[in-house]
């Protein structure tokens, strides 16, 4: 084979493969969960335990769609979150002149920035022309406060609007216990998951 038609074949290749690749701009925005692990604590006891209060997250991105004309498709999210976590520190069996509470002070309150890097695959099937369902996996490195790796699990449910627009509602599942990870001077003793709910507008580049 000379190098003329080699060239040619790489080339044909390519065409088949890429054109049926769509891509483009992921926005989200939703609310965390923060699934703590609870502690069986009976009074009377001095053991501390942790309420956490997630705020609204965001993320931004961008997707690989592969096959998008098929009744089943594949996408691949490359995203970048960002969202703040409150935290009180107490016993439920604390009393003071207003009845049980948590324990006041800076030492037993504290704010945290989580900032998760993913790459989340997932499959996905048309149940319509403009609605589909998909379930896939998500790795995720959080990079804020420290450095530690989580595996979520997703499901999610899209609808097409337009070609240049694409809405979803997601709900992802962290699977290892990521809390326990970011344990740090008044943070010490907490362990949990993360989970969160997220809304996202899908703006393709490329449509086939």
């Not at 335990?49 to 999210?77: I, M, T």
């Not at 989580?150 to 240049?164: E, F, I, M, P, T």
């Amino acid at each position: 084979m000379n190098m003329k038609r080699l060239v040619f074949l790489l080339m044909l290749v390519s065409t088949s493969v890429f054109g049926q690749v769509e891509q483009g701009v992921l926005i989200g925005g939703g609310i965390g969960f923060p699934m703590q692990d609870k502690q069986n604590i009976v009074p009377p006891s001095e053991e501390l335990q942790f309420d956490h209060n997630l705020k609204g997250n965001g993320s931004v991105g961008y997707r690989f769609r592969f096959l998008p004309a098929q009744k089943s498709f594949y996408d691949l999210d490359l995203t970048v979150g960002f969202q703040g976590m409150s935290t009180r520190k107490g016993s439920p069996f604390y009393s003071n002149e207003k009845g049980a509470g948590y324990v006041n002070g800076e030492d037993n309150k504290f704010s945290e920035f989580i900032m998760p890097i993913s790459i989340a695959g997932s499959w996905n099937y048309r149940l319509t022309d403009k609605f589909h369902v998909g379930l896939g996996i998500a790795p995720t490195l959080y990079v804020q406060p420290k450095a530690v790796f989580d595996l979520g699990v997703l499901a999610k449910v899209g609808y097409r609007v337009s070609n240049h627009c694409e809405l979803s509602l997601s709900y992802q599942y962290g699977c290892l216990n990521t809390l326990k990870h970011f344990n740090d001077g008044a943070s010490l003793g907490r362990k949990g998951h993360l989970s969160d709910l997220m809304f996202s507008v899908y703006v393709p580049f490329r449509l086939k």
